[in-house]
Every structure is written in structure tokens, then in C-alpha cells.
């Protein structure tokens, strides 16, 4: 759960008053040239100039279409994207993003919080900072004996936030840092029960997760929110203890890789490697779970995971491109070895609009399936933008 909230937060950059503003483009278009709505290279439809004013913002609704949550729902936010002042032509410098949000969904979830990302270049720092509120309803899946797969559907208030910040190396692509992880939960099963579910225990119910971490960064794309080339690595190590403020005593490993190649100039091949390691004793909620498109949220967890996904961009036009991707995961418990665990797969498709010419936002729509599900997805810059 943990996971879900934090990635939740980082992920949802906006989409869906594309049309509210094309139609004031629309409008607007007997003077084609001075529309803040439109690229002077193309005059076609473009956030960049509208952004780039000094009360730019996108004052956003999108639908929300994770499976887990329901398959819609709707987020209402204003998101500021400020370049920053200390542009280099020599290296790619990313911009400053604020978000206030708030988020309804199908299955009765709702949240809302605020979001920051900023970059201090002459300083070479970077940092981060996510919170909110909401009462979420997720489902959480397990093998019984003789019944098979069970669903167990919980009710969670949670009160969580994120900060980190990095320092780069010297002159080079490296960075290092802390995090910290805060959340508050009070959980409440949303089934009729005698006893609780085995893998639930009543600490579970009621308790805060208190978790600092050391982090190792790698950043070598040419632009965060829909690269064509370059390397991404995080790496991270986050310790919940009775020192740190944590009613549970566990700690995790994660690792996240994503390469892009630039094959031509208008075909992108992107690769992401993602693994996480759990040791300890973590509650139900917090155990690593599988992250790929046309997966619901939870519905694979184990003490290991171990995910690879391909995704291939072709640029039909200077606006237009399709997506095809595919990809594996295995959710390994302590009591399995890697060859006993389930194989999950995705697959899918999509397509993006460049949406902001001179940020390289990309927005559009994927639609994937796996083992068991299917899900369709807005998608705003990659769809692996989760701690990058």
C-alpha cells in the first residue's frame, strides 16, 4: 500500500483538458500565431508557451483507470511546470513541478495531497516531496487450501509522506541522499470475517510506518518525462526499526533500471529492470508487489520481486506516435524458490500525442493485458515515471 500511494502521487502528471483547451484553440484560431495554445513551429495544438508563462498552469481533470481502484475515476488538480533559471547547453536541466490534487474513484477510493519536485543545478540538488490524505479501498489476493485464490477487499486511511533529497558528485551524473518514508494507516476489512485472514495481524490493523533511507541515483537521460535515450538507476535502502518510529522491524531493497536507444530518430526502444527485496517482518500492505500495466495494484506480492518490461515508440509524425509493449515479473515469497512462483506477463499498446514541444511531454492512451486482467491507462511522459 506504501508503494501504491507514494507512485500514485509521483506518477499522475495531466492529461484530459486536452480538449477543453483545443476547443479555445478553436476559438482563438483567427489569430492562429498568438494563441498560447498553439506551436509556433507547427500551429498545432501546444502546451509549451502556456506553461512557460509566468502563471502557467494546467488546471487538470484526468481520468483515473487503474483496475484496482475501480477502472475510472477522476483527478482534479492544477499543475505548475517552471523551467529553471540556470539553463546549460550542455547538459539537459529538468523543470520544477508543483501539484495540488484530489482524486475520486469507482470503487468509492478518494484522495487528495500536494506534490513537489524541484532542481537546484547551481547546488547540484534535487529534491522531493509528496503528501495527502484518503481513504483507499484495495484488494489484496492469496492462495487457500482447497478455495484457490482468494480476494480479501480493506478500507485504509492512510496519512502518508515522502521526502528526499539528492546531492550530484561532483560534476558528473551521480547523485546520492536520504529518504524518508511516513505513513499512518488505519485499516479496516471490508468483508465479513470470525478471525482475520492469516497473512493479517491486528498490529496490521492500526499502525505507522516509519522509514529513512540512504539513496544511490544514476541520471543520464536527455529529458524526464518522455526520453529518447540515455540511463536512469536508482538505488535504494530503507530501514523501519523501534528507533525510527516504526511499529514494524523490517527493511528493503530496491533497484530500478531504465535504458533508452535511440535505434533512429524516429523509433525509441526503452528497457526497465525493477527488483525489490524485503527483509524482516512488514505488514501485509507494505510487501513488495508487481508494477506493470495491466496489473492491478497488489495483486502479486511477495518478498522479492523481480519485474523486466520493453516498450517501443515509434514517431509516426513530429506529434503523433504509437507504443507497443510487453513485459515479465515474478512475485517470490519467502517459502518458494524464483522457479515456483506464479510467471506474470503484460502486454499492450497505445498511442501519444506530443502534448508540450519544448518540455517533450508526451500524453496518451495504453491499453494492457495479463494473466487475469486488463486495464487501459492515461498516460502523461513515460509510463515508468515512478521515482524518476
Same mark, same amino acid.
Given at each position: 500500500? $506504501?508503494?501504491?500511494?507514494?507512485?500514485?502521487?509521483?506518477?499522475?502528471?495531466?492529461?484530459?483538458?486536452?480538449?477543453?483547451?483545443?476547443?479555445?484553440?478553436?476559438?482563438?484560431?483567427?489569430?492562429?500565431?498568438?494563441?498560447?495554445?498553439?506551436?509556433?513551429?507547427?500551429?498545432?495544438?501546444?502546451?509549451?508557451?502556456?506553461?512557460?508563462?509566468?502563471?502557467?498552469?494546467?488546471?487538470?481533470?484526468?481520468?483515473?483507470?487503474?483496475?484496482?481502484?475501480?477502472?475510472?475515476?477522476?483527478?482534479?488538480?492544477?499543475?505548475?511546470?517552471?523551467?529553471?533559471?540556470?539553463?546549460?547547453?550542455?547538459?539537459?536541466?529538468?523543470?520544477?513541478?508543483?501539484?495540488?490534487?484530489?482524486?475520486?474513484?469507482?470503487?468509492?477510493?478518494?484522495?487528495?495531497? =500536494?506534490?513537489?519536485?524541484?532542481?537546484?543545478?547551481?547546488?547540484?540538488?534535487?529534491?522531493?516531496?509528496?503528501?495527502?490524505?484518503?481513504?483507499?479501498?484495495?484488494?489484496?489476493?492469496?492462495?487457500?487450501?482447497?478455495?484457490?485464490?482468494?480476494?480479501?477487499?480493506?478500507?485504509?486511511?492512510?496519512?502518508?509522506?515522502?521526502?528526499?533529497?539528492?546531492?550530484?558528485?561532483?560534476?558528473?551524473?551521480?547523485? $546520492?541522499?536520504?529518504?524518508?518514508?511516513?505513513?499512518?494507516?488505519?485499516?479496516?476489512?471490508?468483508?465479513?470475517?470470525?478471525?482475520?485472514?492469516?497473512?493479517?495481524?491486528?498490529?496490521?490493523?492500526?499502525?505507522?510506518?516509519?522509514?529513512?533511507?540512504?539513496?544511490?541515483?544514476?541520471?543520464?537521460?536527455?529529458?524526464?518525462?518522455?526520453?529518447?535515450?540515455?540511463?536512469?538507476?536508482?538505488?535504494?535502502?530503507?530501514?523501519?526499526?523501534?528507533?525510527?518510529?516504526?511499529?514494524?522491524?523490517?527493511?528493503?531493497?530496491?533497484?530500478?533500471?531504465?535504458?533508452?536507444?535511440?535505434?533512429?530518430?524516429?523509433?525509441?526502444?526503452?528497457?526497465?529492470?525493477?527488483?525489490?527485496?524485503?527483509?524482516?517482518?512488514?505488514?501485509?500492505?507494505?510487501?513488495?508487489?508487481?508494477?506493470? !500495466?495491466? $496489473?492491478?495494484?497488489?495483486?502479486?506480492?511477495?518478498?522479492?520481486?523481480?519485474?523486466?518490461?520493453?516498450?517501443?515508440?515509434?514517431?509516426?509524425?513530429? !506529434?503523433?506516435?504509437?507504443?507497443?509493449?510487453?513485459?515479465?515479473?515474478?512475485?517470490?515469497?519467502?517459502?518458494?524458490?524464483?522457479?515456483?512462483?506464479?510467471?506474470?506477463?503484460?502486454?499492450?499498446?497505445?498511442?501519444?500525442?506530443?502534448?508540450? !514541444?519544448?518540455?517533450?511531454?508526451?500524453?496518451?492512451?495504453?491499453? =494492457?493485458?495479463?494473466?487475469?486482467?486488463?486495464?487501459?491507462?492515461?498516460?502523461?511522459?513515460?509510463?515508468?515515471?515512478?521515482?524518476?
Amino acid at each position: 500500500m $506504501v508503494e501504491y500511494i507514494i507512485v500514485f502521487i509521483k506518477k499522475k502528471f495531466f492529461v484530459a483538458l486536452v480538449l477543453v483547451l483545443f476547443h479555445t484553440c478553436l476559438l482563438a484560431q483567427d489569430k492562429p500565431k498568438k494563441s498560447i495554445f498553439r506551436d509556433s513551429l507547427d500551429n498545432k495544438l501546444d502546451f509549451s508557451e502556456f506553461l512557460l508563462h509566468p502563471k502557467g498552469f494546467i488546471p487538470f481533470m484526468q481520468p483515473i483507470t487503474e483496475p484496482a481502484l475501480g477502472h475510472i475515476g477522476i483527478m482534479v488538480a492544477p499543475i505548475f511546470i517552471k523551467p529553471s533559471k540556470y539553463q546549460t547547453k550542455e547538459k539537459y536541466v529538468p523543470p520544477n513541478i508543483t501539484a495540488f490534487f484530489g482524486a475520486y474513484t469507482a470503487n468509492k477510493s478518494w484522495l487528495f495531497g =500536494a506534490f513537489r519536485m524541484g532542481f537546484v543545478p547551481q547546488h547540484g540538488i534535487k529534491y522531493t516531496v509528496a503528501t495527502g490524505y484518503g481513504a483507499v479501498n484495495l484488494s489484496y489476493y492469496r492462495e487457500l487450501p482447497v478455495v484457490g485464490e482468494k480476494e480479501f477487499e480493506f478500507n485504509f486511511r492512510s496519512f502518508p509522506f515522502f521526502g528526499s533529497i539528492l546531492k550530484q558528485i561532483g560534476g558528473s551524473n551521480f547523485y $546520492v541522499g536520504l529518504e524518508y518514508l511516513f505513513m499512518n494507516s488505519d485499516i479496516s476489512p471490508n468483508f465479513d470475517f470470525e478471525t482475520l485472514p492469516e497473512f493479517v495481524s491486528d498490529k496490521d490493523l492500526k499502525s505507522n510506518i516509519s522509514s529513512p533511507g540512504i539513496v544511490l541515483e544514476f541520471d543520464k537521460r536527455d529529458n524526464i518525462f518522455t526520453p529518447d535515450k540515455g540511463l536512469f538507476v536508482n538505488t535504494s535502502f530503507h530501514v523501519n526499526d523501534n528507533w525510527t518510529g516504526s511499529d514494524f522491524s523490517f527493511h528493503n531493497f530496491e533497484l530500478i533500471a531504465l535504458k533508452y536507444i535511440q535505434l533512429k530518430n524516429n523509433w525509441i526502444s526503452g528497457f526497465r529492470f525493477q527488483t525489490d527485496q524485503q527483509f524482516g517482518d512488514a505488514p501485509f500492505y507494505a510487501q513488495p508487489g508487481i508494477q506493470l !500495466r495491466g $496489473v492491478p495494484a497488489a495483486r502479486y506480492q511477495g518478498t522479492s520481486t523481480y519485474i523486466l518490461e520493453t516498450e517501443q515508440r515509434y514517431d509516426v509524425s513530429l !506529434r503523433w506516435s504509437g507504443v507497443a509493449f510487453g513485459g515479465m515479473a515474478k512475485a517470490v515469497n519467502d517459502n518458494q524458490s524464483f522457479n515456483e512462483a506464479d510467471f506474470i506477463y503484460n502486454y499492450g499498446a497505445g498511442f501519444r500525442y506530443l502534448i508540450a !514541444r519544448k518540455f517533450k511531454i508526451r500524453v496518451g492512451v495504453d491499453v =494492457a493485458w495479463s494473466n487475469n486482467d486488463f486495464g487501459y491507462y492515461i498516460v502523461c511522459g513515460s509510463a515508468w515515471n515512478q521515482r524518476n
